[in-house]
């Protein structure tokens, strides 16, 4: 960000106001003031401004307009300071060219979110370069949802980041909290790691004793997030009670600890992350729709890899010079990356990358793809049976089989997260642990 103090014209004909407002703005950038139209236009000639404040009832009603007309004509970011709140006078601002319309007496806060959006402005397109850059991306609608995130800067409204296992929604969320201030502070839960009888403790800590084994009190993440950031990932993973205590605790920027009688303010913005349709959870009554509403305000939806087609050679090249060692793919196996679903996304592809530069061959065949990718699925309906296999083992150990592979494969593409296979696969935790142990017994060790 460019660190040089914006240079500002203030134009105002009332003394007291004039100097008053040039304090504040003196201490923001460099500026100089104007009484009336006529001294405004010589400074404008005279001089070049980043942005402007002008009062529009100078020696004339409404003289600010002409003023407002030129700054557009010089692309200078133009604020009126007004006491007239009529729409049509409020309209013809707009009209003119004006970013901003105050309604005097304005407050200290107006004059920072101001600023908040000139330097987003001004800083736009460099941000959404290191967004396209950090995704190695030229996908159109990747780059709009991206967009959201200057948006979102200047507000403290919650950001909910959707998309799929591996898309990059935890790195988007610590991308922003750079943005915002990456001195502040960044607490990060997995909703999906943690149990639903710790999840509470994890979130609103508790004083000693509040239950068997607190010997000691400890602050929780709500508390820890005071003035920074809270990203709370997996967020569809969160027990409906959990749900219905956060909510409030959100809405009030207050909670008590566990155990506790004080009350702990906390002043967090809230980054949410979720793989899972929470509108269909909504339906299903497995998510609340107060708590969807307070958790979303800028949406942001990471598209898959296999929807990204024309980033991915860009991606496969860019993991292969981050390895010290490098490989090529041969035609065949240049199509095999290529017609992969990749259900892990850029997180699975680089994985890939990185396993097959660790193997002797530097050329890539498809055979050295086939041990490493999940076969893609077929494309008819009906599930595919080898019935003489089926014949050769019996039914029930084929059965166990298929259970045993699609099991791995979900604790694969969910790295190895339980909680969230069991939800993905609708599994209980008798089936889960059946479906292990009869891999264990056959040899295939996961975890």
Known sequence: MNTLKPRILLVEDDLLSRLSLKSRLDLIGEVLDAPSRKDALILLKERDFDLAFVDLDLEAELAGLDIIERLKEKNIYSVVLSGRDDEGVIEQAYMKGCRDYLAKPFTKTSIELIFKKFSAEKNKNQTLQKLKDIFMTSDDSLIKELEVIDRALLSKRPILITGESGTGKTFLAKFIHELIDIKVPF??????EISESLIESELFGYEKGAFT???KSKKGMLELADGGILFLDEIATMPLSIQKKLLKAIEEKSFYPLGSEKLVKSEFRLISATCEDLKTK????????DFYYRIEGFNVTLKPLKARQDDLNN????????????????????????DYGWPGNVRELERTIEVLQTRENGIVTASDL???????????????IDLEEVKRIGLKNYIESIESAILEMALKANNDKVRKTLADLKLSNNSFYRIMDNMKSKGVDHV
């Open 282 to 289: 909504i339906e299903k009554e497995e998510f609340r729709a």
């Open 187 to 192: 607490i990060h839960l997995n909703c999906a």
């Open 370 to 384: 086939a041990l490493l990718l999940n076969k893609p699925t077929a494309k008819s309906n009906a599930p595919q």
């Open 315 to 338: 991606l496969i090249q860019h993991f292969i010079k981050n390895g010290e060692r490098r490989i090529v793919f041969d035609s065949m196996a240049k199509q095999v990356m290529k």
């Open 213 to 215: 084994g607190a010997v």
